[in-house]
T-cell receptor, first 114, second 111 residues
Framework: EAQVTQNPRYLITVTGKKLTVTCSQNMNHEYMSWYRQDPGLGLRQIYY???????DKGDVPEGYKVSRKEKRNFPLILESPSPNQTSLYFC?????????????FGSGTQLSVL | GQNIDQPTEMTATEGAIVQINCTYQ??????LFWYQQHAGEAPTFLSYNVLDGLEEKGRFSSFLSRSKGYSYLLLKELQMKDSASYLC????????????FGKGTKLSVIP
């Protein structure tokens, strides 16, 4: 089944404790992206990647890191989480064959930083 | 840059028709997407428009006017399961795969 898999689904952590949210897709998509979703603010892009070893900042990259060492994986790293990073996070991927290619989303990670 | 506007909330009655509007201002444009998102779940694709006009897909239709920077999503024969947020997303110019999302319209369907 074609899918984007994110883990964990829920995560509670404390300020300053490094964490990684994993994302993997099995559709051989070139493009991958991370979003955070907050009430009243909608989906905002954190980082994206057009292909292996190519990553770029989105609208809200501060406090986050990503890597794209393999085509299928795009982990999101919070080196020193802070409470303002409490949010619902989504990983997504899409093909780059044309503008009509839709974005596939993972099931989300609800992160709470205490 | 991109700016997407859509109403925050709407309420409609089961069996009725509802239209959710979206206006966009973009520095480049290569299509408009609509996604549905149930509470706590991932967004799922509904429609894509790049040319002016109406695209119909079952109970859902989407319209685009590029000259007016305007789109709408039309939901017919509303069902309770249609209660969700509806996200409008504009795609930047040709060769870009970046989407800018609106804040979403929360639709409540009442009996």
């Amino acid at each position: 089944e074609a899918q984007v898999t994110q883990n964990p689904r829920y995560l509670i952590t404390v300020t300053g404790k490094k964490l990684t949210v994993t994302c993997s897709q099995n559709m051989n998509h070139e493009y991958m992206s991370w979003y955070r979703q907050d009430p009243g603010l909608g989906l905002r892009q954190i980082y994206y990647s057009m292909n292996v070893e190519v990553t770029d900042k989105g609208d809200v990259p501060e406090g986050y890191k990503v890597s794209r060492k393999e085509k299928r994986n795009f982990p999101l790293i919070l080196e020193s989480p802070s409470p303002n990073q409490t949010s619902l996070y989504f990983c997504a991927s899409r093909n780059t064959g044309g503008g009509y290619e839709k974005l596939f989303f993972g099931s989300g990670t609800q992160l709470s930083v205490l | 840059g991109q700016n997407i506007d859509q109403p925050t909330e709407m309420t409609a009655t089961e069996g009725a028709i509802v239209q959710i509007n979206c206006t966009y201002q973009t520095s480049g444009f290569n299509g408009l997407f609509w996604y549905q998102q149930h509470a706590g779940e991932a967004p799922t694709f509904l429609s894509y428009n790049v040319l002016d006009g109406l695209e119909e897909k079952g109970r859902f239709s989407s319209f685009l006017s590029r000259s007016k920077g305007y789109s709408y999503l039309l939901l017919k024969e509303l069902q309770m399961k249609d209660s969700a947020s509806y996200l409008c997303a504009a795609q930047a110019g040709a060769g870009s795969y970046q989407l800018t999302f609106g804040k979403g319209t929360k639709l409540s369907v009442i009996p």
